[in-house]
């Protein structure tokens, strides 16, 4: 059984292997940085770069409906600010007759959200003081 042999010498009878390989290995290595000075510049998927916060902070959601939003990918107050109204109604039909009470709350939860995320806790303590149940 002959075994498979490749030819790695050029024309002029010098071996090209390593020549090659270092070439490949060079276009590789400048690939990674490449990718990795792009992710830098223009940030991962925000699913990567947001940490889990507690969305209960929000007038109008309890742990229930954090839970829900937690399944839908809205972990934080950044992802959750830039919610539309809609979607959020959508999740709460969604989620079974239990929450269609909620559907009338859902539309200060991305200004809420946004409020939280920006750290202006006391702007977002004075009008949740007027708000009853998110509305």
């Known amino acids: 059984m002959k075994l498979l042999q490749i030819n790695t010498t050029a024309c002029d009878g010098s071996d090209v292997f390593w020549s090659w390989f270092l070439w490949l290995l060079a276009a590789f290595v400048l690939g990674l940085i490449i990718g990795w000075l792009l992710k830098q510049i223009f940030g991962g998927t925000s699913s990567e770069s947001d940490v889990k916060q507690d969305l209960t902070k929000v007038e109008g959601i309890g742990p229930k409906i954090e839970g829900l939003l937690n399944k839908k990918g809205i972990i934080s107050y950044r992802q959750l600010s830039g919610t539309s ?42 009008w949740q003081d007027v708000l009853k149940g998110g509305v």
């Open 85 to 126: 109204k809609s979607f959020l109604e959508d999740m709460l039909v969604e989620a079974g007759p239990a929450f269609t009470t909620h559907r009338g709350m859902t539309g200060t939860w991305p200004a809420q959200a946004k409020l939280a995320d920006l750290g202006e806790w006391d702007e977002l303590k004075k």
